[in-house]
């Protein structure tokens, strides 16, 4: 939660703050307020603290206890944004001095906040050459002026100096904040799997039965593919094994394979080094006892010996205990039981479970998806474009991957 102080010194325009901090209590901000001597004259601390929130003072400094001598120190630390709002000439001033002779002052030096001005004065003080040069100043030092407007003023004059609304101020708050947040969004995101090395099996293994006939199934690789070029967006090494004829995304690394014996071969090669293994293919469980080296013939019936093929994931596991590993699970019923039962058959550290009955996955471009964590916490996504699943599956996988 955004964290907000405001600091309100001697300007008429004060009256107005118990309404600013009112709409602003509705919002998901924490808010804190210092006010100056010459705010007293305005507003008094009983019109702030009765909406519950703290208000700090310089008479209220107890001198003979350590943290409200800090408290200058501590309220600049615990800061995001400081708003000087209402900014009276004489802050100002004060302010691009480097002025600490009081505890709005010394705040605001003691802080990395991102600092905030919202003049309020006379337009002759407004206009004075050396409140221009103060404000000149404090924006070379990083400060943001917002404001002010031009209006009618409490002396009766009507020109610029006055203070702008209370919406207006409200909307910037929005604004700053909700920038500020996709930007860490952005940062988290960009970083989320930065340098990270993921290993990614996608598309439906062929299993030959003789030189013309294989056993496979439905999967295009759409779901992998996608999984892998979010994960590269995301700043990952990303390596696929495909049994799929899809071009890669750019940036992957590509091994193609046809069967399962080949998937695990080239599966066991890349485990050794890599951070998580996303196993998104659709593996044959079963191949022929005995491949024909010559085409069958046809004839009415034939029978086929099938064997199961071995279990990557669970042969990734037993070599590489410590390994972040990821699975599916297709289903047609019982979604969630087989899932979890996937889950912990193969010793995965999340798995992801897809409804793939009536042909609505293999080969779509949605997909809808159901995650499953160790601790058979579970995420259900809504029906979207495999794009974005792929984005829901990596975001739980990141903050998952993190925790262990
Ligand atoms: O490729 P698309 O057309 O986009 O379709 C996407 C998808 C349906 C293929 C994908 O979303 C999906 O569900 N992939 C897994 C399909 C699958 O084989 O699920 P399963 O429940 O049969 O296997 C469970 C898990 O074990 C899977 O992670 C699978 O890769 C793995 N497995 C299975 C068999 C085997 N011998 N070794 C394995 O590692």
Request: hydrophobic content about 45%; some cysteine.
């Amino acid at each position: 939660m955004p964290k907000l102080l405001i600091c309100i010194t001697g300007s008429i325009a004060a009256i107005k703050l118990p309404l600013l901090i009112h709409k602003l209590a509705k919002k998901d901000v924490a808010c804190k307020v210092v006010i100056s001597r010459d705010g007293l004259n305005f507003i008094t601390p009983m019109a702030i603290s009765t909406m519950g929130v703290n208000v700090y003072l310089d008479d209220n400094i107890d001198m003979n206890s350590y943290d409200q001598v800090m408290q200058h120190i501590n309220l600049g630390k615990w800061a995001d944004y400081i708003l000087v709002c209402p900014a009276s000439a004489n802050s100002i001033a004060k302010l691009s001095s480097g002025y600490a002779d009081n505890l709005l002052t010394a705040t605001i030096l003691a802080s990395n906040a991102h600092k905030i001005i919202v003049p309020a004065m006379n337009k002759l003080m407004w206009k004075n050459s050396l409140t221009q040069e103060n404000v000149s100043r404090l924006q070379h030092h990083g400060f943001t002026f917002w404001g002010p407007a031009s209006g009618l003023q409490a002396c009766g004059d009507n020109d610029i100096g006055r203070m702008i609304e209370v919406e207006e101020i409200l909307e910037k708050i929005d604004n700053l904040i909700s920038k500020e947040q996709n930007h860490q969004f952005a940062i988290s995101n960009l970083s989320a799997l930065f340098g990270r090395r993921v290993v990614i099996t996608a598309g439906g293994t062929k299993e030959m039965i003789d030189p013309v006939r294989y056993i496979s199934n439905h999967s295009s690789g759409k779901m992998a593919y996608a999984l892998a070029q979010e994960a590269i967006s995301l700043g990952a090494k990303v390596s696929l094994i495909s049994a799929s004829d899809l071009p890669p995304p750019a940036k992957s690394a590509i091994i193609t394979v046809s069967n399962g014996a080949d998937m695990l071969k080239a599966a066991l090669d890349l485990a050794k080094n890599t951070d998580i293994f996303i196993g998104a293919a659709a593996v044959c469980d079963y191949t022929v006892a005995k491949y024909s080296p010559q085409k069958i013939k046809k004839s009415d019936e034939i029978n086929l010996n099938l064997i199961t093929i071995p279990d990557i994931l669970k042969t990734i596991r037993t070599k590489y205990p410590d390994l972040f590993i990821v699975g599916f699970a297709a289903e047609t019923n019982n979604l969630i039981q087989y899932a979890r039962a996937k889950l912990i058959n193969k010793q995965l550290n999340m798995i992801v479970a897809n409804d793939v009955s009536n042909n609505k996955v293999f080969g779509q471009d949605t997909n809808q998806v159901t995650i499953i964590n160790k601790d058979f916490t579970e995420f259900v996504s809504s029906k979207a474009s495999k794009d974005i699943i792929a984005k829901f599956i990596l975001q739980n996988i990141s903050k998952e991957y993190f925790k262990k």
